[in-house]
């Protein structure tokens, strides 16, 4: 959680030579997850997609990706990414001064197989060449989710079902189950926050779950918080549903109506493109009555299913 987070109240397998070079994989999809070691599971085509030795010698030792051409070797024939290639000055396996020798025959045998998408697990059962594979991976829509917890840099990632139950357990985020909504954010001195984020509620609704989240930041040079909803799944079944929020006191309201963005877009995607309930500091304290030094601002919304 962001500081100042808390004073909010919604009331209602690593290889040793990854660590020696510090080089992380490029890709987290599967490093926290509970598929990670599923990637192997081969289906569809079989023959050449199906050698699990042939994976294992395109597996870089040092970030444990898939090697594409080029692909480059240490004369003692060990091989490694391109990528790593420009990270490191020694082999990882024999530690051999690294030359510029690149690997043909593996490169050959890259650029000739067929292989299923790394996300089968998932449910794609499509299959590609070596390079289209790469570029259908980026944005396979089986892809696992990233965590969309905003309060902090959460690299976990998984499926819808496992990121509910990491949100819930790990996160701590409330879950409630229903398609209106009706929580009020309490700050005693709102002054003191001017960027914070915060994610308080998961809704169950429709079979889906919706992450409803409320922040402040600065808005050039104005204070404003923000409230939006994301969809957990993809862009065109967020597309399906549409939602309102409204705030609102002593005879004024603000409403706003919009489509949920799918987790696919990052959290600072959605807040930088202002696509939510936009309301000014000043505004804001004045829904909340009194003297105006505490923020009780209650968030009204409701999430329906649009007509097919």
Same mark, same amino acid.
């Given at each position: 959680? &962001?500081?100042?987070?808390?004073?909010?109240?919604?009331? *209602?397998?690593?290889?040793? &030579?990854?660590?020696?070079?510090?080089?992380?994989?490029?890709?987290?999809?599967?490093?926290?997850?509970?598929?990670?070691?599923? =990637?192997?599971?081969?289906?569809?085509?079989?023959?050449?997609?199906?050698?699990?030795?042939?994976?294992?010698?395109?597996?870089?030792?040092?970030?444990?990706?898939?090697?594409?051409?080029?692909? !480059?070797?240490?004369?003692? *024939?060990?091989?490694?990414?391109?990528?790593?290639?420009?990270?490191? !000055?020694?082999?990882? /396996?024999? @530690?051999?001064?690294?030359?510029?020798?690149?690997?043909?025959?593996?490169?050959?045998?890259?650029?000739?197989? =067929?292989?299923?998408? #790394?996300?089968?697990?998932?449910?794609?059962?499509?299959?590609? %060449?070596?390079?289209?594979?790469?570029?259908?991976?980026?944005?396979?829509?089986?892809?696992?989710?990233?965590?969309?917890?905003?309060?902090?840099?959460?690299?976990?990632?998984? $499926?819808?079902?496992?990121?509910?139950?990491?949100?819930?357990?790990? !996160?701590?985020? $409330? +879950? !409630?189950?229903?398609?209106?909504?009706?929580?009020?954010?309490?700050?005693?001195?709102?002054?003191?926050?001017?960027? &914070?984020?915060?994610?308080?509620?998961?809704?169950?609704?429709?079979?889906?779950?919706?992450?409803?989240?409320?922040?402040?930041?600065?808005?050039?040079?104005?204070?404003?918080?923000?409230?939006?909803?994301?969809?957990?799944?993809?862009?065109?079944?967020?597309?399906?549903?549409?939602?309102?929020?409204?705030?609102?006191?002593?005879?004024?309201?603000? %409403?706003?109506?919009?489509?949920?963005?799918? /987790? @696919?877009?990052?959290?600072?995607?959605? @807040?930088?493109?202002? $696509?939510?309930?936009? /309301?000014? #500091?000043? +505004? &804001?304290?004045?829904?909340?009555?009194?003297? #105006?030094?505490?923020?009780?601002?209650?968030?009204?919304? #409701? /999430?329906? @299913?649009?007509?097919?």
């Amino acid at each position: 959680m &962001a500081p100042g987070g808390s004073n909010y109240q919604d009331i *209602g397998d690593s290889r040793s &030579a990854c660590s020696d070079y510090g080089i992380a994989p490029e890709s987290a999809e599967f490093k926290n997850s509970p598929f990670r070691k599923s =990637e192997a599971v081969i289906g569809g085509k079989h023959g050449a997609g199906s050698n699990s030795a042939v994976h294992e010698l395109l597996e870089c030792p040092v970030c444990m990706n898939p090697m594409y051409p080029p692909i !480059h070797q240490c004369p003692n *024939g060990h091989t490694l990414c391109v990528k790593c290639k420009s990270k490191v !000055h020694v082999c990882p /396996i024999c @530690r051999h001064e690294l030359g510029n020798i690149r690997c043909l025959a593996l490169e050959k045998i890259a650029v000739s197989l =067929e292989l299923p998408c #790394r996300y089968q697990i998932f449910g794609c059962q499509d299959i590609f %060449t070596y390079h289209t594979r790469l570029r259908h991976e980026q944005n396979c829509r089986f892809r696992p989710y990233n965590c969309p917890y905003a309060g902090s840099e959460c690299a976990v990632t998984g $499926d819808i079902q496992y990121l509910v139950t990491h949100l819930k357990d790990d !996160h701590k985020v $409330d +879950m !409630h189950d229903g398609c209106t909504f009706n929580h009020r954010y309490v700050k005693s001195n709102p002054q003191e926050v001017e960027n &914070a984020t915060w994610m308080l509620t998961v809704f169950n609704c429709f079979g889906h779950q919706f992450c409803l989240h409320f922040e402040a930041f600065n808005l050039g040079l104005a204070p404003v918080y923000m409230a939006f909803l994301r969809f957990m799944g993809n862009d065109d079944d967020a597309k399906r549903f549409s939602y309102s929020l409204e705030v609102g006191g002593f005879g004024r309201k603000l %409403t706003w109506q919009g489509v949920p963005r799918s /987790i @696919r877009d990052s959290h600072k995607t959605v @807040r930088d493109s202002l $696509d939510g309930l936009i /309301i000014q #500091r000043s +505004m &804001a304290l004045f829904f909340s009555g009194g003297d #105006r030094k505490e923020l009780k601002l209650k968030v009204a919304g #409701r /999430i329906w @299913r649009e007509p097919l």
